[in-house]
């Protein structure tokens, strides 16, 4: 069974840009979760989506956003990038949400 | 709110030795499952083990065991006959709601404990 699969792996974006990054999750899992990890901060979570519908949000501006497609897969948006969103971004998926998570990679994004 | 704390923010342990990191929580919920992550320096995010809370017994995968208090609500990780490829960082999750229809299901992270293995 394939894992998580995140794209792309890394990422340099200028300020004031904006992005999109990509989470498939594994098959069957409807939940995908959004999370940012900075070495200040630590892991921190941003939205999670299952069925197509956001569930839960963290305390995030509304720069970042997301979507959930019928099969799963889901993107994350950063609108007007600061350079403090300079971050790895991890994206977890799920049975149900409240099972055990299974994390892609991450995306390491760089703001210039 | 509901809150987690890993009160060691780096540990260390001798090859073949046996390590405990510790880990409280926060929360109203009275049924619920929690689990340990690795991140090893891959960034690679490693589910180790999982807890439910319902049940009394603890946890057990291969070197890895948990000791779950639930009144306490402290869930602690035991690391026996250590290896250096355990060196990671390890992150104490419980979830936001029990597992129940209908409710989210969104993992709190703790800040981490980074753990060492000397050889």
């Known amino acids: 069974k394939a894992g998580v699969t995140q794209t792309p792996r890394y990422l340099i974006k200028t300020r004031g840009q904006q992005v999109t990054l990509s989470c498939s999750p594994i098959?069957?899992?409807?939940?995908v979760s959004w999370y940012q990890q900075t070495p200040g901060q630590g892991l921190q979570f941003l939205f999670e989506?299952?069925?197509?519908?956001?569930?839960n949000k963290g305390n995030f501006p509304g720069r970042f956003s997301g979507r959930q497609f019928s099969n799963s897969r889901s993107e994350m948006n950063v609108s007007t990038l600061e350079l403090g969103d300079s971050a790895l971004y991890l994206c977890?998926?799920?049975?149900?949400?409240?099972?055990?998570?299974?994390f892609g990679q991450g995306t390491r994004l760089t703001v210039v | 709110a509901q809150t987690v704390t890993q009160s060691q923010p780096e540990m260390s342990v001798q090859e073949a030795e046996t390590v405990t990191l510790s880990c409280t929580y926060d929360?109203?919920?009275?049924?619920?499952?929690l689990f340990w992550y690795k991140q090893p320096p891959s960034r690679q995010m490693i589910l180790v083990i999982r807890?439910?809370?319902?049940?009394?017994q603890n946890a057990t995968e291969n070197r890895f065991s948990v000791n779950f208090q639930k009144a306490a609500k402290s869930f602690s990780l035991k690391i026996s006959d250590s290896q250096l490829g355990d060196a990671a960082m390890y992150f104490c999750?419980?979830?936001?709601?029990?597992?129940?229809?209908?409710?989210?299901?969104?993992?709190?992270f703790g800040k981490g404990t980074k753990l060492s293995v000397k050889p």
């Open positions: 807890q439910e809370a319902y049940k009394q």
């Open positions: 098959s069957g899992h409807r939940s």
């Open positions: 929360t109203s919920e009275s049924d619920y499952y």
């Open positions: 999750a419980p979830p936001l709601r029990p597992p129940y229809g209908g409710s989210q299901g969104n993992l709190i």
């Open positions: 977890a998926s799920s049975w149900t949400g409240m099972t055990e998570a299974f």
């Open positions: 989506y299952f069925s197509e519908t956001q569930r």
